[in-house]
């Protein structure tokens, strides 16, 4: 069973930076893929990131894209989630997702619990 936990979620001001963490442990392959998906409240959750198992192959959603990087450390079973410029709709529930599998565009299996981001204007 993978376990996936988060860290890094924090309240900051506009213009600010986090970076999150989230660490993979249990039955781990290799050739995993990771992603992050937020959720605020009233609004739909959304992929905003995915790395698939090379590390060369990264998605973002046009909301985050130029201001979050995703990396992946797999000595570790460790992503990251490096996040600039901050803005106040960046605030939601910031959740770690994982697959045992390379198919990084498909929907995810494991799920962490959760870390969250507040930034204030």
């Known amino acids: 069973q993978v376990q996936l936990v988060e860290s890094g979620g924090d309240s900051v001001q506009a213009g600010g930076s986090l970076r999150l963490s989230c660490t993979a442990s249990?039955?781990?392959?290799?050739?995993?893929?990771m992603a992050w998906f937020r959720q605020a409240p009233g609004r739909e959750g959304e992929r905003i990131a995915h790395?698939?198992?090379?590390?060369?192959?990264?998605y973002y959603a046009d909301s985050v894209k130029g201001r979050f990087t995703i990396s992946k450390d797999n000595a570790q079973n460790t992503v990251y989630l490096q996040m600039n410029s901050l803005k106040p709709e960046d605030s939601a529930m910031y959740y770690c997702?994982?697959?045992?599998?390379?198919?990084?565009?498909?929907?995810?299996?494991?799920w962490g619990q959760g870390t969250q981001v507040t930034v204030s204007s």
């Open positions: 249990g039955y781990i392959y290799s050739r995993n893929s």
């Open positions: 790395i698939c198992p090379g590390g060369t192959n990264t």
């Open positions: 997702a994982a697959r045992t599998d390379p198919y990084c565009w498909a929907e995810y299996v494991y």
